[in-house]
């Protein structure tokens, strides 16, 4: 008996360990500290704290009473999901030449991406903010998911999450 004390306290304290790990690094999913938008055509998850705005073009997903507005900024950075739609035969990498696409204002370089399992494709660019942002195809439009910063890590996890979970209905 005492020499499986020993096997037992270890066997014990590797799974408080793996317990700490698990709720330390684990990845969210909704319904844990998430909240769940559900469009016409869309639904994504986006951390709670945040707020969703309709806007003409689709939403916005900025952070909720902690906000700060920037200094001679236009709005929040955050993150914005627009669609637009193309020209009939018009191409995704097609659309990238478009002004709205911001793609100019890069170093006009993407890379292949993609959202749940629709071909995506991912690029950075400047303007009054950073910004980067994931295209997609979604039958005659295209699918702009964005986010701008000015800090490099503003809004990264968000805008992760939100590529994740992007669901067409």
Do not use: C
């Amino acid at each position: 008996m005492v020499q499986k004390l020993p096997f037992a306290l270890i066997g014990l304290l590797i799974l408080l360990l793996v317990f700490f790990l698990y709720t330390e690094y684990k990845i969210p999913v909704p319904g844990d500290g998430l909240a769940l938008y559900e469009g016409v055509d869309y639904t994504f998850s986006y951390p709670e704290g945040y707020v969703v705005t309709p806007t003409p073009e689709g939403v916005t997903v900025i952070p909720g009473d902690d906000t700060v507005m920037p200094t001679a900024g236009e709005d929040p950075t955050g993150i914005t999901i627009a669609m637009y739609t193309v020209d009939e035969g018009k191409t995704l990498t097609e659309w990238l030449t478009n002004r709205v696409s911001h793609y100019e204002l890069g170093p006009r370089t993407h890379t292949n991406a993609t959202v749940n399992g629709m071909e995506a494709v991912r690029y950075s660019w400047s303007g009054l903010y950073e910004g980067d942002t994931t295209a997609f195809m979604q039958g005659s439009r295209v699918v702009a998911i964005s986010r701008t910063w000015m800090s490099r890590g503003d809004h990264t996890e968000a805008y992760e999450i939100i590529l994740r979970t992007y669901t067409r209905k």
